[in-house]
DNA sequence: TAGATTGTTAATCGATTAACAATC
DNA sequence: TAGATTGTTAATCGATTAACAATC
């Protein structure tokens, strides 16, 4: 019922929506959204219909809401567990970060294979990959985010899949390939840094 | 010429070929790198042709020719100078990653306001943003990193727009505003891990 | 030659927008 | 009431695929 680019839009609504309500608004319009989040009213209007939430003809939307419905899509009612494979540079940095609890997830362990990860402390507990299957079974794990080096990815991915993993974010620079109903978000700082000089070049010759 | 969705599709042809050359090979089918990608074979031989890019009727592609294309319309002749601001997590794991180089492009300098963090040892100098012009007319920088929190987001990417950045690699999770000739592409774990949960749920479902 | 593969044109499909009716 | 705004249906637009001709 949802599709990938429509998923998109609906959390593009909501970080819009969270930041009007943080400013004390308690309704909204599709073409205030529209100013927030550069897609075009009707769009909005037609996406929020399609979920069935519904404006007031002359009032506008009202903030809590959608948020609510948002949240219910999203289905965050329990805590999601994820965990974390690879503790290098990125892998490290991520750990640190606060924002899991937030969006009502928790980054219940780390794998690497270098021992000498696992003796330093971390904010989670960090297991080599033999423990993988105890873990992702105790917590319900499905999503997890690899940050191995290149040469080991595809293996690693391969390895989670076999574990039961159905989503992986891949910082890895690899295509990975992996059975259909496994679904992978690649995070390329590279690629993106590419892609944003190719097309602000674009603009300067237009 | 080449628009956002084609500029994606181009990345992964190029990420597919250098690992089929790494594997020793010269030519490639467009079926075989279909595979590879998960993009049609006839969208990739569309791609192709449009980009003037011929193979042989029989024959298929050849692998270097292809990837010299490439090269050529991503213009990465010169080295293209980026510089970060912020040096939180995510920032210093930046800092320390090694791939710049390899994608043709030069770390020249990171920001941060935190003088702290500009006294302590990085790969390259870390200067107040009150240097973000200086810096930005001697490389001719135009692309930033972007790595600071929440709520300092939106007046940083203002402030690097005001100094001629015309692109942002936008790590906070913020929705920024900038004017129509910036480009902006957001980098955010939650938005990624959440989007991954909930088409891996519906599966599930399914 | 027959078969495999490219390259192109036409058809389809899906996403977005335009137009407008409904109504607060 | 008039005007603003939602919500929907039809039209458009663009991207992808199907079909097939070209040819190695």
Redesign the interface.
């Known amino acids: 019922m949802?599709n990938?680019l429509q998923?998109?839009r609906l959390?593009?609504y909501r970080?819009?929506l969270l930041?009007l309500k943080k400013m004390g608004l308690q309704k909204t319009f599709s073409h205030s959204l529209s100013e927030?989040?550069?897609i075009s009213a009707v769009l909005i209007r037609k996406d929020f219909s399609q979920l069935g939430i519904r404006g007031r003809r002359r009032g506008g939307y009202n903030i809590d809401r959608l948020l609510e419905q948002l949240k219910l899509?999203?289905?965050?009612e329990k805590e999601?567990n994820?965990i974390l494979v690879g503790l290098g540079?990125?892998g490290?940095?991520?750990v640190?970060?606060e924002?899991?609890r937030?969006?009502n997830?928790n980054l219940v362990a780390a794998f690497d294979i270098d021992p000498a990860k696992r003796t330093r402390r971390y904010q989670v507990p960090v297991y080599s990959l033999e423990n993988l299957r105890d873990v992702t079974d105790t917590f319900d794990v499905?999503?997890a985010?690899m940050a191995v080096p290149e040469f080991s990815a595809q293996e690693t991915a391969s390895y989670l899949v076999e574990n039961g993993i159905?989503?992986?974010?891949n910082f890895a620079?690899?295509?990975l390939k992996v059975p259909d109903?496994?679904?992978v978000?690649n995070?390329n700082?590279?690629?993106?840094?590419?892609?944003?000089?190719?097309?602000?070049?674009?603009?300067?010759k237009a």
């Open positions: 949802v990938l998923t998109r959390q593009r970080m819009a930041r927030e989040t550069g899509i999203f289905g965050s999601q994820v540079n990125i490290s940095a991520l640190k970060y924002g899991y937030q969006g997830m499905s999503v985010i159905k989503g992986i974010l620079p690899v295509l109903h496994v679904l978000n995070i700082v590279m690629v993106e840094l590419e892609r944003l000089m190719y097309h602000t070049g674009i603009k300067q």
